[in-house]
Protein backbone atom coordinates (compact mmCIF):
# COMPACT_ATOMS: atom_id res chain seq x y z
CA UNK A 1 0.00 0.00 0.00
CA UNK A 2 1.59 3.52 -1.25
CA UNK A 3 2.37 5.79 1.76
CA UNK A 4 3.62 9.22 1.64
CA UNK A 5 5.76 11.35 4.25
CA UNK A 6 6.67 14.65 4.68
CA UNK A 7 9.47 15.64 6.47
CA UNK A 8 11.45 19.14 7.18
CA UNK A 9 12.24 21.65 9.75
CA UNK A 10 8.96 23.05 11.65
CA UNK A 11 10.21 26.72 12.33
CA UNK A 12 11.94 28.58 9.26
CA UNK A 13 12.90 32.13 9.76
CA UNK A 14 11.33 35.24 7.29
CA UNK A 15 13.65 35.43 4.04
CA UNK A 16 14.83 32.22 4.61
CA UNK A 17 14.29 28.54 2.38
CA UNK A 18 11.82 26.36 3.23
CA UNK A 19 12.60 22.57 2.42
CA UNK A 20 10.64 19.71 2.79
CA UNK A 21 11.49 16.21 1.51
CA UNK A 22 8.32 13.98 0.69
CA UNK A 23 9.27 9.83 1.07
CA UNK A 24 7.06 7.38 -0.68
CA UNK A 25 7.48 3.98 0.38
CA UNK A 26 5.30 0.80 -0.76
CA UNK A 27 4.62 0.87 -4.15
CA UNK A 28 6.67 1.65 -7.36
CA UNK A 29 7.87 5.61 -7.42
CA UNK A 30 8.38 5.65 -11.23
CA UNK A 31 4.93 5.33 -13.27
CA UNK A 32 4.56 6.73 -16.43
CA UNK A 33 0.66 7.96 -15.02
CA UNK A 34 2.21 9.20 -11.86
CA UNK A 35 2.98 12.60 -10.87
CA UNK A 36 4.17 13.81 -7.55
CA UNK A 37 1.98 16.80 -6.02
CA UNK A 38 2.74 19.44 -3.10
CA UNK A 39 -0.36 21.08 -1.46
CA UNK A 40 0.00 23.58 1.57
CA UNK A 41 -3.26 24.82 3.67
CA UNK A 42 -2.63 28.09 5.80
CA UNK A 43 -4.05 27.88 9.53
CA UNK A 44 -8.00 28.01 9.15
CA UNK A 45 -7.84 28.36 5.34
CA UNK A 46 -7.90 26.57 2.15
CA UNK A 47 -6.16 24.30 -0.08
CA UNK A 48 -3.45 25.66 -2.24
CA UNK A 49 -2.06 23.63 -5.27
CA UNK A 50 1.91 24.39 -4.67
CA UNK A 51 3.26 22.25 -8.29
CA UNK A 52 4.29 18.72 -9.48
CA UNK A 53 7.12 16.82 -10.75
CA UNK A 54 7.17 13.72 -12.74
CA UNK A 55 10.08 10.84 -12.27
CA UNK A 56 11.19 12.18 -15.42
CA UNK A 57 12.07 15.20 -13.96
CA UNK A 58 9.25 17.33 -15.65
CA UNK A 59 7.30 20.07 -13.26
CA UNK A 60 4.29 21.85 -13.15
CA UNK A 61 4.65 24.97 -10.94
CA UNK A 62 1.50 27.20 -9.52
CA UNK A 63 2.56 30.67 -11.07
CA UNK A 64 2.10 32.58 -7.82
CA UNK A 65 4.95 30.48 -6.12
CA UNK A 66 6.52 29.84 -9.52
CA UNK A 67 9.87 32.65 -9.21
CA UNK A 68 10.35 31.47 -5.36
CA UNK A 69 10.08 27.77 -5.87
CA UNK A 70 11.83 24.81 -6.97
CA UNK A 71 10.65 20.90 -6.90
CA UNK A 72 12.85 18.28 -7.58
CA UNK A 73 13.22 14.25 -7.41
CA UNK A 74 15.34 11.74 -6.22
CA UNK A 75 13.97 8.91 -7.49
CA UNK A 76 16.65 6.15 -6.50
CA UNK A 77 15.57 7.26 -2.56
CA UNK A 78 11.86 7.34 -3.79
CA UNK A 79 11.73 10.88 -2.83
CA UNK A 80 10.87 14.31 -3.91
CA UNK A 81 10.97 17.97 -2.46
CA UNK A 82 10.27 21.18 -2.78
CA UNK A 83 12.22 24.20 -1.92
CA UNK A 84 10.10 27.53 -1.56
CA UNK A 85 12.87 31.10 -0.92
CA UNK A 86 12.46 34.38 0.83
CA UNK A 87 9.32 33.22 2.95
CA UNK A 88 7.13 35.51 4.53
CA UNK A 89 4.47 34.68 7.79
CA UNK A 90 2.05 33.83 4.52
CA UNK A 91 4.51 31.06 3.94
CA UNK A 92 2.99 29.42 7.56
CA UNK A 93 1.08 26.50 6.69
CA UNK A 94 0.71 22.44 6.82
CA UNK A 95 2.33 21.29 3.56
CA UNK A 96 0.90 18.33 1.95
CA UNK A 97 2.84 15.78 -0.58
CA UNK A 98 0.27 13.67 -2.47
CA UNK A 99 0.38 11.38 -5.53
CA UNK A 100 -1.54 12.35 -8.85
CA UNK A 101 -2.47 9.78 -10.94
CA UNK A 102 -5.14 8.42 -13.31
CA UNK A 103 -6.72 5.08 -13.48
CA UNK A 104 -4.64 3.93 -16.35
CA UNK A 105 -2.82 5.38 -19.96
CA UNK A 106 -5.79 5.77 -21.39
CA UNK A 107 -8.08 7.78 -18.66
CA UNK A 108 -7.51 11.16 -18.96
CA UNK A 109 -8.27 12.86 -15.63
CA UNK A 110 -5.97 12.88 -13.26
CA UNK A 111 -7.08 13.15 -8.78
CA UNK A 112 -5.03 13.15 -5.99
CA UNK A 113 -5.57 9.45 -4.27
CA UNK A 114 -2.78 8.72 -1.72
CA UNK A 115 -2.05 11.66 0.81
CA UNK A 116 0.40 12.41 3.52
CA UNK A 117 -0.32 12.97 6.81
CA UNK A 118 1.02 16.61 6.11
CA UNK A 119 3.61 18.62 8.20
CA UNK A 120 3.04 22.01 10.09
CA UNK A 121 5.38 24.87 8.89
CA UNK A 122 5.67 28.07 10.80
CA UNK A 123 7.66 30.93 9.70
CA UNK A 124 8.99 33.29 12.49
CA UNK A 125 11.67 34.79 13.89
CA UNK B 1 -6.71 30.71 -13.80
CA UNK B 2 -9.55 28.99 -13.71
CA UNK B 3 -11.38 30.34 -10.69
CA UNK B 4 -13.44 27.36 -9.08
CA UNK B 5 -16.23 29.22 -6.54
CA UNK B 6 -18.04 27.06 -4.16
CA UNK B 7 -21.43 27.32 -2.61
CA UNK B 8 -22.74 27.51 0.85
CA UNK B 9 -19.62 27.93 2.55
CA UNK B 10 -20.76 26.25 5.38
CA UNK B 11 -23.77 23.90 5.89
CA UNK B 12 -25.79 22.72 8.92
CA UNK B 13 -27.89 19.52 8.10
CA UNK B 14 -29.78 16.85 10.38
CA UNK B 15 -28.91 13.13 10.27
CA UNK B 16 -30.58 11.04 7.35
CA UNK B 17 -30.89 14.38 5.33
CA UNK B 18 -30.10 14.98 1.67
CA UNK B 19 -27.24 17.10 1.49
CA UNK B 20 -25.93 18.77 -1.71
CA UNK B 21 -22.99 21.06 -2.62
CA UNK B 22 -22.25 23.38 -5.64
CA UNK B 23 -19.36 24.29 -7.48
CA UNK B 24 -18.26 26.23 -10.09
CA UNK B 25 -15.75 27.01 -12.71
CA UNK B 26 -14.82 30.40 -14.39
CA UNK B 27 -14.59 28.47 -17.35
CA UNK B 28 -15.52 25.39 -19.27
CA UNK B 29 -13.66 22.41 -17.89
CA UNK B 30 -15.55 19.45 -19.36
CA UNK B 31 -15.45 16.75 -16.33
CA UNK B 32 -12.28 17.25 -14.92
CA UNK B 33 -13.18 18.07 -11.74
CA UNK B 34 -12.46 15.83 -8.27
CA UNK B 35 -14.30 16.33 -5.10
CA UNK B 36 -12.61 16.16 -1.98
CA UNK B 37 -13.23 15.08 1.81
CA UNK B 38 -11.22 16.69 4.88
CA UNK B 39 -11.83 15.73 8.11
CA UNK B 40 -10.59 18.40 10.82
CA UNK B 41 -7.29 17.55 11.60
CA UNK B 42 -6.58 14.87 8.67
CA UNK B 43 -5.51 15.12 4.96
CA UNK B 44 -7.96 15.69 2.80
CA UNK B 45 -9.39 11.89 0.78
CA UNK B 46 -10.37 11.65 -2.35
CA UNK B 47 -14.11 11.03 -2.97
CA UNK B 48 -15.12 11.40 -6.51
CA UNK B 49 -12.84 12.04 -9.59
CA UNK B 50 -13.81 13.28 -13.31
CA UNK B 51 -16.99 14.82 -11.73
CA UNK B 52 -19.02 11.59 -11.17
CA UNK B 53 -16.63 8.55 -10.54
CA UNK B 54 -16.67 7.18 -6.97
CA UNK B 55 -13.25 6.23 -5.48
CA UNK B 56 -13.32 3.15 -4.49
CA UNK B 57 -13.89 2.13 -0.96
CA UNK B 58 -15.98 5.61 -0.56
CA UNK B 59 -19.39 5.43 0.31
CA UNK B 60 -22.49 5.24 -2.15
CA UNK B 61 -24.38 7.89 -0.15
CA UNK B 62 -21.61 9.84 -2.26
CA UNK B 63 -22.27 11.05 -5.97
CA UNK B 64 -21.18 13.63 -8.25
CA UNK B 65 -22.39 15.20 -11.09
CA UNK B 66 -21.87 18.06 -13.76
CA UNK B 67 -20.16 18.78 -16.63
CA UNK B 68 -18.99 22.18 -18.20
CA UNK B 69 -18.91 24.62 -15.89
CA UNK B 70 -21.29 23.26 -13.14
CA UNK B 71 -20.79 20.54 -10.70
CA UNK B 72 -22.60 19.00 -7.33
CA UNK B 73 -21.45 16.95 -4.68
CA UNK B 74 -24.86 15.07 -3.15
CA UNK B 75 -24.98 13.24 0.14
CA UNK B 76 -27.93 11.07 0.23
CA UNK B 77 -28.53 10.39 3.72
CA UNK B 78 -26.31 12.55 6.16
CA UNK B 79 -24.22 10.22 8.51
CA UNK B 80 -22.17 11.50 11.54
CA UNK B 81 -18.93 10.44 10.14
CA UNK B 82 -19.91 13.12 7.08
CA UNK B 83 -18.76 16.18 9.48
CA UNK B 84 -16.10 17.57 7.37
CA UNK B 85 -14.88 20.28 5.05
CA UNK B 86 -15.27 19.84 1.46
CA UNK B 87 -13.41 20.87 -1.92
CA UNK B 88 -14.02 20.78 -5.49
CA UNK B 89 -10.76 21.21 -7.20
CA UNK B 90 -10.85 21.34 -11.27
CA UNK B 91 -7.99 18.76 -13.11
CA UNK B 92 -8.22 20.57 -16.60
CA UNK B 93 -5.65 23.27 -16.34
CA UNK B 94 -2.46 24.44 -14.18
CA UNK B 95 -2.70 25.51 -11.57
CA UNK B 96 -4.68 22.69 -10.33
CA UNK B 97 -6.95 25.31 -7.99
CA UNK B 98 -9.22 24.48 -5.23
CA UNK B 99 -12.53 25.54 -3.96
CA UNK B 100 -12.84 27.86 -1.21
CA UNK B 101 -14.30 24.96 0.57
CA UNK B 102 -17.41 24.02 2.13
CA UNK B 103 -17.72 23.55 5.95
CA UNK B 104 -20.78 20.70 6.80
CA UNK B 105 -21.63 20.54 10.71
CA UNK B 106 -24.65 18.15 11.91
CA UNK B 107 -27.78 20.35 13.12
Known amino acids: QLQLQESGPGLVKPSETLSLTCTVS??????????WDWIRQPPGKGLEWIGSIHDSGSTHYNPSLKSRLTISVDTSNNQYSLKLSSVTAADTAVYYC?????????????????WGKGTTVTVSS | DIQMTQSPSSLSASLGDRVTITCRAS??????LNWYQQIPGKAPKLLIHAASSLQSGVPSRFSGSGSGTDFTLTISSLQREDVAAYYCQQAYSVPYIFGQGTKLEIE
Open chain 1, 98 to 114: ARRTRRDEKYHYYYMDV
Open chain 2, 27 to 32: QTISNY
Open chain 1, 26 to 35: GDSFSSSTDW
